[in-house]
T-cell receptor, first 110, second 116 residues
Framework: EDQVTQSPEALRLQEGESSSLNCSYT??????LFWYRQDPGKGPEFLFT???AGEEKEKERLKATLTKKESFLHITAPKPEDSATYLC???????????FGTGTSLTVIP | DAMVIQNPRYQVTQFGKPVTLSCSQT?????MYWYQQKSSQAPKLLFH???????NEADTPDNFQSRRPNTSFCFLDIRSPGLGDAAMYLC???????????????FGDGTRLSIL
């Protein structure tokens, strides 16, 4: 059964304190792993797609990496505006379905 | 800007009173999705359309139905809402096929449904 698990559930960081969010997955043939940011009362906003183990993508203070079993979202020197829930989703080789994790709620304190 | 628009943003209905949520897109994407998201939970896929082909998730309650009359619009009908159906409903679109098989989903801002 395809499954996505994110940890931690919640993370509080001081401004400037770097950390990483984890997304572990089991899927029958990975077509893509997707990271989204979701602000309260809004829909998820696309951040990155990763396709194969060893791949890395960067955007401002965020860097996403992928292995055969998990992905990490590294946040370097976060700012309060980075506070949001970060969702991970995987797409299997078969079909158009995406399977989401429950997300990590990140709070960055000034 | 091309986008995914959901109406209304907030919907209040009475227990058992049918309600329809709508989604429109200007992206001309061929796949449209409906998700249910409850507080602190993962978005749960209810349906998706690949063009006009309807795909129902196995655990989507019979109380939920969907229509896609054309490429741009998709509707979610809840025939007899119960208290457990209170949630955020998210619509997403995606272009797929050929070189686009790995494209991400684009989401609307959701409709928050409350049941009285």
């Amino acid at each position: 059964e395809d499954q996505v698990t994110q940890s931690p559930e919640a993370l509080r960081l001081q401004e400037g304190e770097s950390s990483s969010l984890n997304c572990s997955y089991t899927v029958s043939g990975l077509r893509g792993l997707f990271w989204y940011r979701q602000d309260p009362g809004k829909g998820p906003e696309f951040l990155f797609t990763l396709y194969s183990a060893g791949e890395e993508k960067e955007k401002e203070r965020l860097k996403a990496t992928l292995t055969k079993k998990e992905s990490f979202l590294h946040i370097t020197a976060p700012k309060p505006e980075d506070s949001a829930t970060y969702l991970c989703a995987v797409q299997a080789h078969t079909g158009n379905q995406f399977y989401f994790g429950t997300g990590t709620s990140l709070t960055v304190i000034p | 800007d091309a986008m995914v628009i959901q109406n209304p943003r907030y919907q209040v209905t009475q227990f058992g009173k049918p309600v329809t949520l709508s989604c429109s897109q200007t992206l001309n994407h061929n796949v449209m999705y409906w998700y249910q998201q409850k507080s602190s939970q993962a978005p749960k896929l209810l349906f998706h359309y690949y063009d006009k082909d309807f795909n129902n998730e196995a655990d989507t309650p019979d109380n939920f139905q969907s229509r896609r009359p054309n490429t741009s619009f998709c509707f979610l009908d809840i025939r007899s809402p119960g208290l457990g159906d209170a949630a955020m409903y998210l619509c997403a679109t995606r272009q797929t096929g050929g070189m686009d098989s790995n494209q991400p989903q684009h989401f609307g801002d959701g409709t928050r449904l409350s049941i009285l």
